[in-house]
C-alpha cells in the first residue's frame, strides 16, 4: 500500500513534468531542481492531456496478467501446459493475498490519477475541454471499481486524490462501491460525446459508458448481491435495458462475424479494427519498426505448443507458444450446433500448415511413408513452407455427428510428437495428412458416454491443442513479440447479451431469449459460403511490412486457409456433399422456453436445471460464450450469477476439495495415476467468488494510527483466506 500511495502521489508530477517539456535545445540544458512542478495540471490543457492518458487503463487491463483473473478456471478455459496458469485454474492454495496486490495496486493508481481530475474540476470551469476532461475522469474511476468490486467484493473507496502518504483506509460494502460506479458513469455518460462516428479506440465516449452501465445496473442485480440488493433490482433491470438499447442503435452488428476478429490483415485499417460493431478498444501504437515493443501480449495465453506438430517450427503466423490457457474440451466441443454455426470454425484454429519441410534440410531429405504405402522424399512432396500443405488437423469427434473414436483408434504420441498416419487426403490439395488428432477421445466400446480425456494427447503432455483465433497476429515483426493489433474492450453484441439477461430476470423469457436471435441469426452459414473456409489473423504475415527481414523462427507460414468442418461433420470425401452444404444457409431457429437446443438440453441436464428461469439463464450463458469465447469477459458472469461451482463440472483440471475433477474421477483417464496436487486444489463456493485482498495493502494500513493487530487484519480479508 505504501508503494501504491507514493504512485499515486508522485507519478502525477513526474507526468506534469513530461508533459510540460518539449525536445528543444532548452530541453538539454541541465537545471537543478529540487522540487516537481504541478503547475500544468492547473490549467484546462494539462487536466485534459492527463485524461486521455487515462485510456492507458485499457492496456493494463491486457498487459499485467488480468487474464488469469477473468478467463482462467471457467467452464470455457482450462490450463494448458505452462503452470503459470494452473493456479488460478484448480483455485489451490497459491491463489492467496500475496497473490493478487499487482492488479488491486495498478487500479488503484488509475483511481488516484481520475480523483486527480475530478478534484481541480474548477479548473475546467468555463473551458471548452471540462466535459470531455471530467468525463475521461468520471469513466476511468468507474472502469476500475467495476473490475475491483467484481473480484474482490468489498473495497476501499478512494475518492478524493492522495497527495502525501496516507494509511487509514477500510472497505466499504459492495452496495457502497456501485453507488458510486453508477453515478460515475451516468455523469461520464452526460459528458462525453455521441457521435457513433467518432473513434472509439483509445477514446472513452458516450457509448462506452451507456455500455459499462448497462454492464454495472445488471452486475448489481445478479446473485452475488442478493443479500442486499432487493431495493435496486427492478430499476436496475430497466436502467440495463434502457441502455444496452442505446449501445445497440448507435453501434450496429457486423454481417460477418469473421469480421469482428479474424479478417485482420493490416494494422489500423482491417475491417477488424474498424468495424462498426467496436464500442471502446484499446489501440497498440509503434509497429512501423521492429524495435518499438509495446503491444500486448495476452493472446499468445492460448496458443499451443504447435512446434511439435508434423513438419512444423514455430513462427509469426502462429505466434508464440505461452500455452497458459485451452478450450475445455467437454465443454467447447459439445457447445455448437457444429453443423450450423459457423462460430466455433471461426473462432478456433484446427489446422496447421506444415511450415518447416523445404527450410529445414534434414525434413526436407527424410523419407515419407504414405497411406497407400509410396514412399517420397519430404521436401519434394510438400515442396512449400509457406502455408499451402496441411500439417496437423484436428477433428472433434462427437457421436451426433457419426463419430466416436475410442482411445486405442486414434494417433498416439511419441516423445509428445504424433506419429504420422498420413491416412487420409487433403481434398484441397490433394496431398496426404501428417497427422490427424481427435478434440475428444472415448474410453472403450460400451463404456461412459462422456469423452475420457482433453484430446488425444495424455495429460501429461497437455501441450497440443487447438487454440482460439480471434487474436491471432501475423504482422509482428517476430513471433516472441506481444501484438499489435488493436484489442476489443466492448462490442455491442454483448449488449444483446445484457438486455436478454435483464428481460429474462424480469420474467420476460420468451422476450429475452428473442432478443438474442440477431445473434444466432449472425452466426449461421450463409448461401454460397464456403462452410470449411478458414482466415484468422495469421494471414497477415503475407502482407507483413517485416516479411521480407523474417529469418529463423519468423518466417514461414503455419497459417492454413481450412478448417476441419466436413472431417468432423461427414463430407470430406464426397465433393458434391462439400459443393450442395456450401450452396445452402444453415439454420438457427429462434429459442424459446419450450424449445432449446439440443447442445443446451444437454447442459441443462448435467447442471441439473428445471425451473424456467435456470434453463434461461444456462441457454444465455452458453449463447454468450458460443458468440464470445475466449474474450476475457466469462469469470464475471460466471461468479456474479453464482453459477462457477456449477459449471467448473466441464472443466476437467479444476480439482475438487477431494481431489477428484470435477466429474467425480479421482484417476488420470489414461495412465491410471491418481489425481495430486503438492498445493491441494479445491473449488470452494464459500471462498473463490471473491479474491483475496492483497497481504501488502492489510501489512501497510492502520487504525487510529496503529498497524493492523492479526484479528483486525483477519476481519478485513475475505473469508477463507
Given at each position: 500500500?505504501?508503494?501504491?500511495?507514493?504512485?499515486?502521489?508522485?507519478?502525477?508530477?513526474?507526468?506534469?513534468?513530461?508533459?510540460?517539456?518539449?525536445?528543444?535545445?532548452?530541453?538539454?540544458?541541465?537545471?537543478?531542481?529540487?522540487a516537481a512542478s504541478s503547475d500544468y495540471?492547473?490549467?484546462?490543457?494539462?487536466?485534459?492531456?492527463?485524461?486521455?492518458?487515462?485510456?492507458?487503463?485499457?492496456?493494463?487491463?491486457?498487459?499485467?496478467?488480468?487474464?488469469?483473473?477473468?478467463?482462467?478456471?471457467?467452464?470455457?478455459?482450462?490450463?494448458?501446459?505452462?503452470?503459470?496458469?494452473?493456479?488460478?485454474?484448480?483455485?489451490?492454495?497459491?491463489?492467496?493475498?500475496?497473490?493478487?496486490?499487482?492488479?488491486?495496486?495498478?487500479?488503484?493508481q488509475w483511481i488516484g490519477r481520475a480523483n486527480t481530475i475530478i478534484a481541480k474540476a474548477d479548473v475546467l470551469e468555463g473551458s471548452a475541454l471540462k466535459n470531455e476532461t471530467l468525463g475521461y475522469a468520471y469513466f476511468t474511476r468507474a472502469f476500475c471499481y467495476l473490475f475491483l468490486v467484481s473480484q474482490f467484493g468489498d473495497v476501499p473507496l478512494v475518492t478524493k486524490p492522495v497527495t502525501e502518504p496516507e494509511r487509514e483506509f477500510s472497505r466499504q460494502t459492495r452496495e457502497e462501491v456501485y453507488n458510486l460506479i453508477i453515478p460515475d458513469l451516468e455523469a461520464a455518460y452526460g459528458m462525453l460525446t455521441g457521435d457513433a462516428r467518432q473513434a472509439v479506440t483509445n477514446h472513452f465516449t458516450?457509448?462506452?459508458?451507456?455500455?459499462?452501465?448497462?454492464?454495472?445496473?445488471?452486475?448489481?442485480?445478479?446473485?452475488?448481491?442478493?443479500?442486499?440488493?432487493?431495493?435496486?433490482?427492478?430499476?436496475?433491470?430497466?436502467?440495463?435495458?434502457?441502455?444496452?438499447?442505446?449501445?445497440?442503435?448507435?453501434?450496429?452488428?457486423?454481417?460477418?462475424?469473421?469480421?469482428?476478429?479474424?479478417?485482420?490483415?493490416?494494422?489500423?485499417?482491417?475491417?477488424?479494427?474498424?468495424?462498426?460493431?467496436i464500442v471502446l478498444a484499446m489501440g497498440n501504437t509503434g509497429y512501423e519498426t521492429a524495435a518499438m515493443i509495446v503491444g500486448a501480449d495476452y493472446y499468445q495465453m492460448y496458443i499451443p505448443w504447435y512446434e511439435a506438430f508434423a513438419l512444423m517450427k514455430r513462427d509469426v503466423p502462429g505466434g508464440r507458444p505461452y500455452q497458459r490457457m485451452k478450450p475445455s474440451p467437454r465443454y467447447c466441443y459439445y457447445l455448437y450446433d457444429l453443423e450450423n454455426d459457423s462460430r466455433i470454425w471461426k473462432s478456433i484454429r484446427m489446422t496447421f500448415a506444415v511450415n518447416s519441410c523445404v527450410t529445414n534440410t534434414g525434413r526436407a531429405k527424410s523419407t515419407l511413408t504414405l497411406g497407400d504405402n509410396t514412399k517420397v522424399i519430404a521436401g519434394e512432396y510438400f515442396p512449400s513452407d509457406e502455408?499451402?500443405?496441411?500439417?496437423?488437423?484436428?477433428?472433434?469427434?462427437?457421436?451426433?455427428?457419426?463419430?466416436?473414436?475410442?482411445?486405442?483408434?486414434?494417433?498416439?504420441?511419441?516423445?509428445?510428437?504424433?506419429?504420422?498416419?498420413?491416412?487420409?487426403?487433403?481434398y484441397r490439395t490433394g496431398?496426404?495428412?501428417?497427422?490427424?488428432?481427435?478434440?475428444?477421445?472415448?474410453?472403450?466400446?460400451?463404456?461412459?458416454?462422456?469423452?475420457?480425456?482433453?484430446?488425444?494427447?495424455?495429460?501429461?503432455?497437455e501441450r497440443l491443442y487447438c487454440s482460439i483465433s480471434k487474436f491471432i497476429d501475423g504482422a509482428t515483426p517476430a513471433f516472441a513479440n506481444g501484438s499489435y493489433r488493436d484489442v476489443v474492450n466492448a462490442r455491442s453484441a454483448e449488449d444483446y447479451f445484457f438486455k436478454a439477461e435483464a428481460l429474462i430476470r424480469q420474467g420476460k423469457i420468451d422476450e429475452g431469449l428473442a432478443a438474442i436471435q440477431p445473434i444466432r441469426e449472425r452466426a449461421q452459414f450463409k448461401a454460397g459460403e464456403e462452410r470449411d473456409h478458414y482466415v484468422d489473423g495469421g494471414q497477415a504475415y503475407f502482407g507483413n511490412i517485416f516479411r521480407k527481414d523474417l529469418k529463423g523462427l519468423d518466417h514461414n507460414c503455419s497459417y492454413y486457409p481450412q478448417n476441419s468442418y466436413y472431417y468432423s461433420i461427414g463430407g470430406w470425401d464426397d465433393p458434391a456433399v462439400r459443393?450442395?452444404?456450401?450452396?445452402?444457409?444453415?439454420?438457427?431457429?429462434?429459442?424459446?422456453?419450450?424449445?432449446?437446443?439440443?447442445?443446451?438440453?444437454?447442459?441443462?441436464?448435467?447442471?441439473?436445471?428445471?425451473?424456467?428461469?435456470?434453463?434461461?439463464?444456462?441457454?444465455?450463458?452458453?449463447?454468450?460464450?458460443?458468440?464470445?469465447?475466449?474474450?476475457?469477459?466469462?469469470?464475471?458472469?460466471?461468479?456474479?450469477?453464482?453459477?462457477?461451482?456449477?459449471?467448473?463440472?466441464?472443466?476437467?483440471?479444476?480439482?475438487?476439495?477431494?481431489?477428484?475433477?470435477?466429474?467425480?474421477?479421482?484417476?488420470?483417464?489414461?495412465?491410471?495415476?491418481?489425481y495430486e496436487s503438492a498445493y491441494g486444489g479445491s473449488f470452494d463456493p464459500a471462498v473463490h467468488y471473491v479474491r483475496p485482498i492483497p497481504q501488502t495493502f492489510l501489512d501497510n494500513i492502520t487504525k487510529d494510527g496503529k498497524p493492523l493487530t492479526t484479528e483486525e487484519k483477519n476481519a478485513m480479508q475475505n473469508p477463507g483466506y
Open positions: 500500500m505504501k508503494t501504491m500511495i507514493k504512485t499515486i502521489a508522485y507519478s502525477l508530477m513526474a507526468a506534469a513534468l513530461l508533459l510540460a517539456t518539449s525536445c528543444t535545445d532548452e530541453f538539454l540544458k541541465e537545471t537543478k531542481r529540487d495540471l492547473n490549467t484546462p490543457e494539462g487536466l485534459n492531456s492527463m485524461a486521455h492518458g487515462l485510456t492507458g487503463v485499457l492496456q493494463d487491463y491486457y498487459a499485467r496478467a488480468s487474464w488469469n483473473y477473468i478467463q482462467n478456471g471457467t467452464d470455457e478455459m482450462t490450463a494448458g501446459s505452462d503452470t503459470q496458469g494452473e493456479v488460478w485454474n484448480s483455485y489451490d492454495a497459491r491463489i492467496s493475498p500475496n497473490s493478487t496486490a499487482g492488479m488491486f495496486d495498478l487500479y488503484y458516450k457509448y462506452a459508458a451507456a455500455h459499462y452501465l448497462a454492464k454495472a445496473h445488471l452486475w448489481r442485480a445478479s446473485e452475488i448481491n442478493n443479500d442486499w440488493n432487493a431495493k435496486y433490482r427492478e430499476e436496475d433491470l430497466k436502467e440495463c435495458i434502457k441502455y444496452a438499447d442505446i449501445v445497440i442503435a448507435a453501434h450496429p452488428l457486423v454481417s460477418e462475424y469473421n469480421d469482428l476478429f479474424n479478417n485482420f490483415t493490416e494494422y489500423d485499417s482491417s475491417i477488424t479494427e474498424t468495424n462498426t460493431e502455408g499451402e500443405y496441411l500439417s496437423t488437423m484436428f477433428i472433434i469427434n462427437r457421436e451426433d455427428y457419426g463419430q466416436k473414436y475410442y482411445k486405442d483408434e486414434v494417433v498416439k504420441t511419441y516423445n509428445g510428437v504424433p506419429k504420422t498416419p498420413y491416412s487420409r487426403i487433403d496431398k496426404y495428412i501428417p497427422a490427424i488428432a481427435s478434440l475428444l477421445v472415448y474410453d472403450e466400446p460400451g463404456g461412459s458416454d462422456e469423452p475420457i480425456g482433453t484430446c488425444l494427447i495424455p495429460r501429461q503432455d459443393a450442395a452444404k456450401n450452396a445452402t444457409a444453415s439454420s438457427l431457429p429462434l429459442v424459446t422456453k419450450a424449445s432449446y437446443p439440443k447442445e443446451d438440453q444437454a447442459i441443462m441436464s448435467k447442471l441439473g436445471y428445471t425451473s424456467d428461469y435456470d434453463k434461461a439463464l444456462c441457454f444465455l450463458l452458453d449463447e454468450k460464450s458460443r458468440e464470445m469465447y475466449g474474450e476475457l469477459i466469462r469469470w464475471q458472469d460466471l461468479s456474479r450469477t453464482k453459477t462457477l461451482e456449477k459449471r467448473l463440472y466441464f472443466n476437467d483440471t479444476a480439482y475438487s476439495k477431494q481431489m477428484k475433477d470435477v466429474a467425480g474421477k479421482s484417476v488420470d483417464y489414461f495412465n491410471g495415476r491418481a
